[in-house]
């Protein structure tokens, strides 16, 4: 550990590391409660892996859907979150997500001017199927942001390469869905990027940045990374950043939240937490394991949920692209659009495709005589009609597809070839599929049975609106990699008032963390898309007050 310095650079009550919705949130709650702070960023933008994000927070009976008079109620709110979490999440903390979440939303909104709106007719992942769950009114999102509103700010935020730039989600799902991008108003888009107007996590994220940054003049540092924390009498009093090739001290008179993402860019960590044999991510490169490291540092006790179920997807690179410096890699959604599966190594369905919470654990199937896992890799097969009709990443239906990235063949046959397949099996599989998928059920796997999965990534002028043959020559194939959001397995562990604990389980004076820097202990062993937001802000609203208010932080 590095010594205390002669002399601190800049000194104040709060320091909140990273830039998301935890950090941010963090930094307006100490200013309010009347503590000085600052925002250290690593990246050489602002706005996290949440302004990568769709920019959902998951709020059951949240204030917004009661002044719709939307339908919830506390119990079938508290029924969804012990659903999800499996057995997994710690009773006390999921408790305080919930109760703290509700007062949060509504206090931002309130005191930060952010304005929520519900998704309107959007479910919940699992509805109807499981206890508690909603039709529509828990996913807020923020009306669009204009960028110029951040000032000097409005280039050093992140904008998202994986979300639709310049709409909201009722202006997606109105127009079709993230597959019947031919519906979409492009004229508008085009607008609206040319004016800088922002939706999902630009979106949030600006009004968050803006609340601030611009609102309340909170200091704020990009390409400044803190490389240790500080520490005196076992106390965390402070943080030694690098900025501009130098060392930067930064004196934390009342602690230092940590809510810098988790380790998907650390492949080591991944592959010893999250249970596959490569691992690859949406998020930006910054999110290297900071947390893992400086909370280790200073004996921080880590804590950790069943990994075959939380917030992850399977996907590829195409080929060129990058962000800052680093490879891009894009989810795949495809699997859900009509004319498009999956298979396995066999060649053969294993899942609901267009559901990624039931797909990811029959990914991570393992054999334990063969001591593999059989339905990994997964592969993307889809044909002619699925390119005439639906995107393919960010390629428009028809546009050619950069060489290299898809294999291409007249008949199953081949392309099971090219892609190392089985021949026989591939064919079999195609032929099954098609005999069912022009109709409304899928008898082998269900697929379509989610109004979750039709609404974000089906058509829904058919049928079935996930379900359709793939029959059409030419064939289309590659093989998927899993590509990680941030939603790690372990984190550091934390108590009710977001305190990191130390291995020997008092907390560490000083020392916070929040969103996916912690433990993922209050939601346990499932997600639902909005919850790791909901984490960062609520935790980052825990944080921030008791840093400024305690006196025994």
């Known amino acids: 550990m590095a010594e205390l310095p002669a002399r601190w650079d800049l000194e104040v009550d709060v320091a909140c590391v990273g830039s998301g919705l ?53 119990e079938a709110g508290r029924a969804y979150l012990r ?23 509504r206090w931002l909104q309130e005191h930060a001017g952010i304005p929520w709106k519900p998704i309107a007719g959007f479910p919940d992942y699992h509805h109807p199927h499981a206890p508690g769950t909603a ?88 390409g400044t990374p803190v490389c240790e924390l500080l520490t005196q009498g076992g106390r965390v009093v402070g943080v030694r950043c690098e900025r501009e090739g130098a060392d ?12 810098i993402g988790g380790y998907d860019w650390n492949r080591d960590a991944a592959r010893s937490f999250e249970g596959l044999p490569e691992w690859n991510s949406l998020c930006q490169p910054s999110v290297a394991g900071d947390n893992l490291m400086l909370g280790g540092e200073v004996g921080a006790a880590l804590a950790g949920v069943p990994a075959y179920n939380l917030g992850m997807f399977f996907g590829y690179r195409v080929p060129g692209e990058e962000h800052d410096g680093r490879p891009l890699y894009r989810a795949s959604w495809e699997g859900g659009y009509p004319h498009a599966l999956w298979v396995n190594r066999a060649g053969q369905r294993f899942c609901d495709e267009s559901f990624y919470r039931e797909y990811l654990p029959r990914c991570r199937q393992w054999d334990g005589e063969r001591q593999e896992h059989p339905n990994y890799p997964p592969y993307l097969i889809f044909d ?31 392309l099971a070839d090219a892609l190392g397949l089985p021949r026989d099996a591939l064919e079999a599989t195609l032929a099954r599929f098609n005999s069912f998928a022009d109709g409304a059920e899928d008898p082998d796997f269900g697929r379509g049975r989610y109004p979750w999965a039709a609404m974000m990534v ?63 202990l209050d939601t346990g062993a499932g997600y639902q898309s909005g919850l790791a937001n909901l984490r960062g802000m609520t935790w980052g609203f825990v944080a921030g007050h008791h840093a400024a208010t305690s006196t025994s932080a």
């Open 22 to 74: 935890g950090a941010v949130t963090a930094a307006i709650r100490a200013h309010d409660a009347g503590a000085s702070t600052v925002i250290l960023e690593k990246a050489p933008k602002l706005g996290g892996v949440c302004a990568y994000s769709g920019g959902e927070v998951f709020v059951p009976d949240n204030h917004a859907m009661r002044a719709l008079g939307l339908p919830d109620s506390e």
């Open 83 to 105: 659903f999800l979490g499996g057995g997994y999440a710690d009773e006390a903390l999921q408790a305080k997500l919930y109760d703290t979440g509700r007062e949060a939303a």
């Open 135 to 222: 039709a529509e009114g828990r996913y807020l999102e923020v009306e669009l942001f204009r960028g110029a509103d951040l000032g000097p700010w409005q280039k050093k935020t992140y904008l998202s390469p994986h979300m639709p730039p310049g709409i909201t989600h009722d202006e997606l799902f109105a127009w079709g869905s993230i597959s019947c991008v031919m519906t979409w108003d492009f004229k508008l888009m085009g607008q609206r990027v040319r004016e800088d107007w922002r939706g999902f996590g630009p979106g949030m994220m600006g009004w968050f940045l803006k609340a601030a940054l611009i609102d309340r003049g909170i200091e704020a540092h990009v």
């Open 248 to 259: 930067f001290f930064v004196r934390a008179r009342r602690g230092v939240v940590l809510a």
């Open 384 to 414: 002619s009609t699925y390119r005439e009709k639906y995107n393919f990443g960010p390629f428009f239906p028809g546009q050619p597809l950069p060489e290299g990235l898809v294999a291409q063949a007249d008949t199953p046959g081949e």
């Open 458 to 520: 089906g058509d829904r002028t058919r049928p079935n609106p996930n379900m359709g043959p793939v029959s059409k020559p030419p064939f289309f194939g590659l093989k998927l990699t899993a590509v990680g959001v941030g939603v790690n397995a372990v984190g550091l562990r934390t108590d009710e008032y977001a305190r990191v604990l130390h291995v020997r389980g008092q907390p560490i004076a000083g020392l916070y963390a929040c969103g996916n820097s912690a433990a993922a």
